[in-house]
């Protein structure tokens, strides 16, 4: 199989890469390294059936022959991470609804039909989410509008568009809307939890709880993300459905922290650090994330893999690996 993996050297994409060079498939990665890395792809660079391209799916202009090639696509493409947001509040509208449009628009063009697997996310379910988030609700954006909606709005508006080339033009387009997937190769520059709680607790250092801790979210590990996603790709009836990716075990962020240092047998200690200290003013943080998974469920069928605990065990070893590394070298 042909698979183009937009945005395939971040981090969920560096990982559909490997699960599909595990199969033996080709794989066709397009990434402009805003956030992605090259690290993430290393090691397939003198693989045979890698091929990797530096570029902008905004403006790259064998957009149209990679899409011609691929009997999958998977667009990963993206700029996330809730502090790259704030940090650039029109790049995040402009890269994400212009770069889907562009693919859809290429895909549509070139008159080959792909299976297309489009990243939304859970943040589309903005705070309207006392119970567990069905994909039927209504999706609300607050009013006092902060950078941090944008990318919400544009996930969006890549939904709309997905739903608006299946229906008008009969492309084969699954959206994953995918809820808080952790792993190995997750930075915690741009702000996630679990990568930044990782460093800090086996650095000894003070672990950064935001607001009271209080707030919740259900995490997913990479390994089993990346197969739904290639589960939902094989069913038609995925086809032009709207899908939450994800795991519905949910921890608040206090008991996350508690957990990261246990687990790290860390001697650090959590701090409390406000919302306002963290992003700024006037942001609005997610109370409350759990997916509800009956629509994955009926589409797959799948036994998630990993616990919470041994996903958090891995990172800790792989982040001691990298530490011990980063001292001999110093
Ligand atoms: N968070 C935290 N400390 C950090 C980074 C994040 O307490 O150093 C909190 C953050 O405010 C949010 C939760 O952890 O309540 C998850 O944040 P993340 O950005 O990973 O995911 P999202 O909010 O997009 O679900």
């Not at 794989?27 to 792809?41: K, M, Q």
């Not at 628009?105 to 309207?128: C, H, K, Q």
């Amino acid at each position: 199989m042909h698979v183009l993996v937009t945005g395939g050297a971040g981090f969920i994409g560096s990982h559909i890469v490997t699960y599909h060079m595990d199969r033996g498939d080709n794989v066709h990665v397009v990434d402009n390294l805003l956030t992605g890395s090259l690290d993430n792809i290393a090691q397939y660079s003198d693989n045979s059936n890698f091929r990797f391209d530096e570029a902008d799916i905004l403006i790259w202009p064998d957009l149209d022959k990679a899409v011609s090639w691929a009997d999958r696509i998977y667009h990963m493409a993206g700029v996330v991470g809730i502090f790259k947001v704030i940090e650039e509040p029109t790049r995040v509208l402009a890269t994400n609804i212009a770069g889907s449009e562009r693919v859809l628009r290429f895909v549509r063009d070139s008159g080959w039909n792909p299976v297309i697997l489009m990243a939304s996310s859970s943040e589309v379910y903005g705070t309207s989410g006392r119970s567990t988030l069905d994909e039927e609700r209504t999706l609300v954006v607050t009013p006092d509008v902060n950078s941090r909606w944008n990318y919400a709005i544009s996930k969006m508006a890549d939904e709309a568009l997905g739903l608006s080339f299946v229906q008008k033009y009969g492309l084969r387009i699954s959206i994953l809307r995918i809820f808080n997937v952790i792993g190995s190769r997750q930075m915690g520059q741009y702000g996630m939890v679990v990568p930044r709680f990782i460093q800090q607790a086996v650095s000894s250092e003070p672990v950064t709880v935001y607001g009271d801790g209080t707030q919740t979210r259900s995490f997913c590990d990479v390994r089993d993300a990346v197969v739904m996603f290639d589960k939902l790709a094989e069913n038609p009836s995925a086809n032009g459905q709207i899908v939450n990716v994800g795991k519905d075990e949910e921890i608040s962020i206090q008991a996350l922290a508690e957990l990261i240092i246990e687990r790290a047998n860390s001697s650090s200690k959590i701090v409390h650090v406000s919302y306002e200290d963290a992003y700024g003013e006037g942001f609005v943080d997610v109370r409350r994330r759990k997916p509800d998974l009956k629509k994955l469920f009926k589409l797959i069928k799948y036994k998630l893999q990993w616990s919470l605990e041994r996903t958090i065990d891995d990172l800790i070893a792989e982040q001691r690996a990298k530490s011990s590394e980063g001292k001999k070298e110093g």
